[in-house]
């Protein structure tokens, strides 16, 4: 994960096969080959500063690997048309990533998270069919 976290796109280039596959399950988004994956994993840079990526549980087997994760960073910049400021407020959140190896290189990799806590900590509120607000108490 210390790809992830640097953003350093010559580890992400050295870790993964040009022909790899990027699965993004929580915005439900496919990134195939190396520029659209190295893209995938430094957008986080282009919003957050202070990025962090505690990793727990790996759990191994002879052809991959599951990485259970606890992300942070501080929400310093806009993420696109979403969410145009930056509210400097942290955020955490944990997640899976599944990756699945050839020949000591990832072949192909998906995270799997729960986006809306994320988005509940940046100060997004969330209406539910019905007329329903999903907010977080204090307004942070």
Known sequence: ?????????ALIEDLFWPQATYDDFASQQTYEGIEEIVGYVTAVHAWADDVYWNVGAVHVTEHGAVAEWVFSAI????IGS?????????VVTNGVTLIEL???RIIRAADYMDTAPL???????????????VELPDGR
């Open 82 to 90: 979403q969410i145009p400021v930056g509210s400097g407020r942290e």
């Open 1 to 9: 994960m210390a790809a992830w976290e640097s953003g350093d796109q």
């Open 102 to 104: 050839d020949g000591g």
């Open 119 to 133: 988005l509940l900590q940046m100060g997004a509120r969330i209406e539910m069919p019905g007329g329903g607000v």
């Open 75 to 78: 929400q310093a910049r806009p």
